[in-house]
């Protein structure tokens, strides 16, 4: 049965730095690609950042380039999100996401819009960056 499970959310100040992690479990980590993404209130949720299955290209949307880092454990069989130079607008409740197939090439593409159509979500974590 294939599970994920969000941890680590919390508040920061503007500037400061939180790491999330995605426990998983069912599944492999290396034969898919993975996703992180947030929902702000009153806003859709949208995808942010991915990692693709075998080798570990990522991609990451304009947003957050440069300020977050996704990574994947496969001994630990966690999907990680390292955010620094947070920001006020990073506010949301994050989610991490299993694409549906097996090298799916979806992550290298860019393609967040395939990716979403996954079952395969956590119930994610809030992160909150103050004023």
């Known amino acids: 049965q294939v599970q994920l499970v969000e941890s680590g959310g919390g508040s920061a100040r503007p500037g400061g730095s939180l790491t999330i992690s995605c426990a998983t479990s069912g599944f492999f980590l290396g034969d898919y690609d993975l996703a992180w993404f947030r929902q702000a209130p009153g806003k859709e949720r949208e995808g942010i950042a991915c990692i693709t299955s075998g080798i570990d290209r990522t991609h990451y949307v304009d947003a957050i380039k440069g300020r977050f880092t996704i990574s994947r454990d496969t001994y630990k069989n966690e999907l990680i999100l390292q955010m620094d130079d947070l920001k006020p607008e990073d506010t949301a409740v994050y989610y991490c996401?299993?694409?549906?197939?097996?090298?799916?090439?979806?992550?290298?593409?860019?393609?967040?819009?395939?990716?979403?159509?996954?079952?395969?979500w956590g119930r994610g974590t809030q992160v909150t960056v103050f004023q």
């Open positions: 996401l299993r694409d549906r197939g097996m090298y799916s090439r979806n992550c290298e593409a860019g393609s967040y819009d395939q990716m979403r159509r996954s079952n395969y």
